[in-house]
């Protein structure tokens, strides 16, 4: 059984530019999560999808967005990017009560 | 609000000793607890979880960690330790119980000494 799949492994943008990074559960996981993992800051909760809709997010402004696709696969957006954002970014994704996340390996994002 | 502090921030020990990584946690109820590894470039596995019943839960790769709820605690231990040990160790705890996005710990780097 496939893991958590992420796409793209690297990806390198300038200021200013938008960038959009996939994320792909395992099968039969309904919920998928996002984290930012920059140098310093530790790992921090981004975004929660579930069914198709947003649950919660984390402390980020808004042109940090996303979705979850019919399918369960979920897109994050980052727009007008900042320096700042680079980091590694975390997908998760889980089923059933006990919240058990299953990581992917990561999008290392570079803004230059 | 939740909270959790691993107070080392990088610990190194010689192949073959054992290891103990502390893990300190703030939440209001019951907590779901978690250890997690991140090998350098790599995403985070799971080691081993603690959701309620017996407070000595054994996880992968010979790993083990007790829940103090007297101390707020949820240590990782190891009674030998290997040079493919040599990581980031996190603990989490779920910020909603059972639902929810988890709040990690700083991570302890583990240095592996041959």
């Known amino acids: 059984e496939a893991g958590v799949t992420q796409s793209p492994t690297h990806l390198i943008k300038t200021r200013g530019q938008q960038a959009t990074l996939r994320c792909s559960p395992i099968?039969?996981?309904?919920?998928v999560y996002w984290y930012q993992q920059a140098l310093g800051l530790g790992l921090q909760f981004l975004l929660w999808?579930?069914?198709?809709?947003?649950?919660n997010r984390g402390n980020f402004p808004p042109r940090f967005s996303g979705r979850q696709f019919p399918n369960y696969s979920s897109e994050l957006n980052v727009n007008a990017l900042e320096l700042e954002d680079s980091a590694l970014y975390l997908c998760?994704?889980?089923?059933?009560?006990?919240?058990?996340?299953?990581f992917g390996a990561g999008t290392r994002l570079s803004v230059l | 609000a939740q909270s959790v502090t691993q107070p080392d921030i990088h610990i190194t020990v010689s192949e073959g000793a054992s290891l103990e990584l502390r893990c300190n946690y703030s939440y209001g109820a019951t907590p779901y607890l978690f250890w997690y590894v991140q090998s350098p470039g790599q995403g985070l596995q799971l080691l081993l979880k603690?959701?309620?019943?017996?407070?000595l839960v054994q996880g992968i790769k010979g790993f083990e960690a007790e829940f103090k709820r007297s101390q707020s605690s949820f240590n990782l231990r190891k009674p030998s330790v290997h040079w493919s040990d040599a990581a980031v160790y996190f603990c989490a705890v779920g910020a909603g119980g059972s639902q929810g996005n988890l709040i990690f710990g700083k991570g302890t780097k583990l240095s592996v000494k041959p």
């Open positions: 998760a994704s889980t089923r059933g009560a006990k919240n058990i996340q299953y």
């Open positions: 999808y579930d069914e198709g809709e947003e649950r």
């Open positions: 099968s039969g996981h309904t919920s």
């Open positions: 603690y959701f309620s019943g017996d407070t």
